[in-house]
């Protein structure tokens, strides 16, 4: 049964459409073994991750005293890596591949935002299986400003066009981003974050996508 309003759903991608971060993770130790550091553990490498592969690298850089001036040839560095294998530990969340194809069939439009280059967010998809299901890709190189900035995420709605609007998101970020957009959160609990949920800004909280399928049924549809 077709939906009869269209809902225009927009996904932060890592943390909340997939669990990126081993890849992330392998990429940044690539590029610490290259100047001759020792590597970070994951869970350090996913406190770093939410704004941005620059932001990530620098924080990186700041924790094993790598020179400041060093960011950009590190920033490329670390993409290069990341870009030319970005999906061997990558998994997307439990419940996805069943959801997002069941939204389509529903009428809604769905889009990403995400502090990922697009590059890299673009190329993901297809790897993981996700192709074909989204109408609009905004990286965090789109634009001259990044997530928590509301204006990637509003760019995206814009982009799908008319509809109600939601957007969901695993972090302090999105939670921040949603908020300054004046666009309802629905909080995925299971992601990055590393707030307690009380204390994040959201309309929704789930942790398993199968619940987020009966909030936007019940409210979004």
């Given amino acids: 049964m077709e939906s009869i ?31 001759g550091h020792a590597p970070l553990d994951i869970e350090t490498i996913i406190s ?5 592969l620059p932001k990530l690298v620098e924080r990186v850089m700041r924790t094993r005293a790598i020179d400041p001036g060093e960011h950009a040839r590190l920033s490329g560095l670390t993409l290069d890596y990341y870009n030319a294998d970005p999906a061997t530990l990558s998994r997307v969340y439990p419940g996805l591949k069943a959801l997002l ?11 990403i935002c995400t502090n990922k280059p697009e590059e890299p967010a673009r190329a993901i998809l297809p790897a993981l299986g996700l192709d074909g299901l989204f109408d609009v890709v905004i ?6 400003v990044k997530k928590p900035d509301p ?3 509003l760019h995206a709605f814009d982009a799908l066009g008319e509809g109600t609007r939601l957007y969901v998101g695993d972090s302090e ?7 300054r957009a004046g666009v ?11 707030t307690p949920v009380a204390e994040l800004p959201h309309a929704h909280a789930f942790g398993d996508f199968t619940d987020l399928g009966e909030i936007i049924k019940e409210k979004y549809s």
């Fill in 184 to 194: 309802p959160f629905a909080l995925f609990t299971e992601g990055y974050r590393k």
């Fill in 101 to 111: 194809p069941a939204l389509k069939a529903q009428g809604h439009k769905l889009g």
């Fill in 139 to 144: 990286g965090g190189d789109a634009l001259p």
């Fill in 151 to 153: 204006a990637p995420l």
């Fill in 48 to 52: 770093f991750i939410g704004n941005g």
């Fill in 173 to 179: 970020v999105d939670a921040q981003t949603a908020n």
């Fill in 5 to 35: 309003f269209v809902t225009n759903i927009v996904f932060d991608l890592d943390g909340t459409l997939i669990d990126s971060a081993p890849d992330i993770h392998a990429a940044a130790n690539r590029m610490l073994a290259d100047e």
